[in-house]
């Protein structure tokens, strides 16, 4: 069996495609851009269905991919990615909306349920586990039940889009700070904001 790679994954979910570009439900690929773009780093074809590149943090090799298979069936991607590297799943954060957040609040676990995300699901099925991070990011929860569909594939509003910068960037942050210090202490930081 091949040794454990020491590489870390981050994933951010999101639906390929211009009109969906800037929804509510893309908030994990924009952070993996806004991260991709700090780095100086571009996204290429993956040899699956993601973009991917490979940048340094702190000294760590980090794989950033973006799933091209649509937000239900983000498992299939991630798998191909986790086996082909051989990444080890303490070593994996999924970046993804949250509906039950209010906008801009940030959630770091170490594991966890998909909590009704179809996306997160897709990966848990895939991985046969729930034992990977998880950063999720509030997109807010204004909606009528009925309409979930249509307020996470919305745009930001023009008022929330003057937040956005700040909420992408203290994401990045969040997600700078799971390699550097760790889950737990990063979770100690990001869910006391």
Known sequence: MPAMSSKYLLVGLGNPGLKYRKTRHN??????????????????????PYEITEISIDNNSVILIKPLTFMNNSGQAVAEVVNYYNIELSRLLVILDEIELSLGRLRLRAQGSSGGHNGLGSIIQHLNTKMFARLRIGIGTEFAK???????????????????DIIIDQAVDAVRSFIADGVDKAMNTINSL
């Open 27 to 48: 908030v994990g690929w924009i952070v993996i851009d806004r991260l991709a773009k700090q780095m100086g780093s571009r996204f290429k074809k993956g040899r699956g």
């Open 146 to 164: 009925k309409d979930m569909t249509k307020f996470v594939l919305s745009n930001f509003t023009r008022n929330e889009q003057k937040e956005l």
